[in-house]
């Protein structure tokens, strides 16, 4: 019973260790998935001449014409990126619930991300719902992963985690003459914590968490 005991608790500590390899790798993707989605919309208002930074949603590069092929078709391909390092967060909170819960989101925005692409502007109201409800899911990710971090002693990501998630929340409480200048701002904040954190998994020498 002793040595039974002894293998369960060895197998369940093998089940909690995080995988480096898997971490490293979910980290690249982690890093090149907000320079993607940022070429996508760069080239799909490139290629719309019409588009208005105090006029459009960036939604509305996904309406017709070329851009909205660039536009349509580059949102998915940046969710798919998007979802591996999804799969890096959920390895980085083995064994801890509020990490797997943020991870879980993290991996629902993603989701929500192809079905901007899918149910473009022109297929209303789905449209609306997932944009929303992109928007309200990643910040909502981020906070509880910097919950995650925080109770892991990670205290700058943690901080950067809720500092990033608050302003990317609160950018819609603003006034501005577009939806398009919100979507850009709350986007570019949670990028800059998606880099720094996947850079963090991509440096990882070492199991243990906490700086």
């Known amino acids: 019973?002793?040595?039974?005991?002894?293998?369960?608790?060895?197998?369940?500590?093998?089940?909690r260790v995080m995988n480096l390899k898997v971490l490293k790798l979910c980290g690249f993707?982690?890093?090149?998935?907000?320079?993607?989605?940022?070429?996508?919309?760069?080239a799909s208002i490139?290629?719309?001449?019409?588009?208005?930074?105090?006029?459009?949603?960036?939604s509305d590069l996904g309406a017709e014409g070329f851009e909205s092929v660039l536009f349509n078709s580059g949102l998915p391909m940046t969710a798919a990126l998007m979802m591996m390092f999804s799969a890096g967060l959920f390895e980085m909170t083995k064994g801890d619930l509020i990490g797997q819960a943020g991870s879980a989101l993290h991996l629902a925005a993603s989701?929500?991300?192809i079905g901007i692409g899918v149910a473009n502007i022109n297929v209303e109201p789905w449209h609306y719902y997932v944009s929303v409800g992109f928007f309200v899911?990643?910040?909502?990710?981020?906070?509880?992963?910097?919950?995650?971090?925080?109770?892991?002693?990670?205290?700058?990501?943690?901080?950067?985690?809720w500092?990033?998630?608050?302003?990317?929340?609160?950018?819609?409480?603003?006034?501005?003459?577009?939806?398009?200048?919100?979507?850009?701002?709350?986007?570019?904040?949670?990028?800059?914590?998606?880099?720094?954190?996947?850079?963090?998994?991509?440096t990882r020498k070492e199991v243990k968490l906490g700086e």
């Open 111 to 113: 989701v929500l991300l």
């Open 1 to 15: 019973m002793g040595g039974g005991a002894i293998h369960l608790t060895f197998i369940m500590h093998l089940f």
């Open 29 to 42: 993707f982690g890093m090149v998935t907000p320079l993607f989605g940022l070429f996508i919309v760069a």
């Open 163 to 202: 500092g990033t998630a608050i302003l990317a929340a609160g950018v819609w409480l603003l006034p501005w003459p577009s939806v398009a200048i919100p979507e850009a701002l709350s986007v570019s904040f949670i990028s800059i914590w998606q880099i720094l954190l996947a850079y963090w998994m991509y």
């Open 137 to 161: 899911t990643l910040p909502l990710a981020v906070a509880a992963i910097g919950l995650f971090c925080f109770r892991k002693r990670m205290r700058f990501y943690a901080l950067l985690a």
């Open 46 to 58: 490139w290629a719309a001449p019409w588009f208005s930074w105090t006029a459009n949603a960036l």
